[in-house]
């Protein structure tokens, strides 16, 4: 039985990149056992975090390194999202892992899937907990909640527009983190609210919202980036997908998951019933179980509020998956 208590330790680290770059990231979950890489939403480790407890007793370790701008990386604004891929796949022969998984949520989406891509059958699988679907399309953000929607128009069209809201937004945020956290909590469903009830797990919002907000420039970047074409050869990721999202998640709909299920050879999608982003949680545990080809023990962790799906057929995803490539 996997368990959702939330206790973590940061242990954060720094690699010197080829041309003296520094590429900071964080170790989470076992000390030993297959790595999993976690690429979250723009400056945020929270997903990681959240994640340490049932990868502890899974016994995989997490990776969840910080893009540039963020955390201790160096910014590196004329980086592509593939430029940054490979930073990441640098990161991960330095730490002496030849295969290793991937889970995404958010705008991590596009590195996972570069990483994928350029990693080929070294990716054991790719996992996404509210994924996104490529925003360059002209009605890509026509059913995400209204704040995301306009953050995405503004990056299009006016980023120094945006690069002020943001710079507003991280003053008071820092003022009063726990005060912004709270206001965010607000809009979340019950489900979601009840999970943030657990201190340990507020304490993960709270401190993530924070880091995020203290680099609004950082932030304006990699959102200009989402909104441009992401050049991904889905043609190139062998690693077997799957996709779990909330029903009520307004930030990356089922129906991104659902697009982004088709490009991925319709790659199953799991939709949990009351949830936005932090009720999530039991599902965590059949993630990581997919990202790093472990075998299942027969019991879905995310019970009866989920239902599964699949964007196209079965088969396709069948043809691609394999349990015992390791």
């Known amino acids: 039985m996997i368990t959702h208590a939330a206790g973590f330790a940061d242990r954060t680290h720094d690699f010197v990149l080829a041309g003296g770059r520094t590429l900071g990231y964080g170790l989470y979950g076992a000390d030993d056992g297959p790595l999993v890489v976690v690429l979250d939403g723009p400056g945020s480790r929270g997903l990681a975090r959240a994640m340490a407890s049932p990868a502890t007793q899974l016994g995989i370790k997490l990776l969840a390194p910080d893009r540039p701008g963020f955390g201790s990386s160096s910014p590196a604004p004329n980086h592509s999202i593939a430029a940054i891929s490979g930073d990441l796949l640098a990161l991960v022969d330095h730490l002496g892992f030849r295969r290793f998984g991937l889970v995404a949520q958010s705008g991590g989406t596009p590195y996972a899937l570069a990483v994928a891509a350029a990693g080929g059958d070294r990716v054991t699988g790719l996992a996404f907990i509210g994924g996104m679907a490529p925003l360059d399309a002209p009605h890509a953000l026509q059913d995400v909640a209204r704040p995301m929607r306009i953050a995405g128009l503004l990056a299009r069209r006016a980023p120094w527009l945006l690069r002020l809201l943001l710079n507003a937004l991280s003053r008071q ?154």
Not at 215 to 240: C, F, H, K, N, Q
Not at 300 to 311: F, K, T, Y
């Open 173 to 326: 945020t820092a003022k009063d983190p726990e005060g912004a956290a709270r206001k965010y909590a607000k809009r979340m469903p019950p489900d979601d609210r009840r999970v943030l009830a657990d201190p340990a797990l507020w304490a993960i919002h709270a401190r993530s919202s924070a880091e995020i907000a203290s680099r609004p420039a950082a932030v304006v970047r990699e959102m200009r980036m989402l909104v441009r074409p992401w050049s991904i050869d889905y043609g190139r990721i062998s690693a077997p997908a799957a996709l779990w999202v909330g029903e009520l998640d307004r930030s990356h709909p089922p129906s991104m998951s659902r697009r982004l299920a088709k490009l991925l050879g319709g790659a199953p999608v799991t939709v949990v019933a009351g949830a936005w982003t932090f009720a999530m949680l039991p599902c965590y545990p059949d993630a990581l179980r997919h990202a790093a080809a472990l075998p299942e023990d027969g019991k879905p962790s995310g019970g009866q509020a989920s239902r599964a799906e699949s964007s196209t057929s079965n088969e396709a995803v069948g043809s691609r998956a394999d349990p015992t490539r390791r």
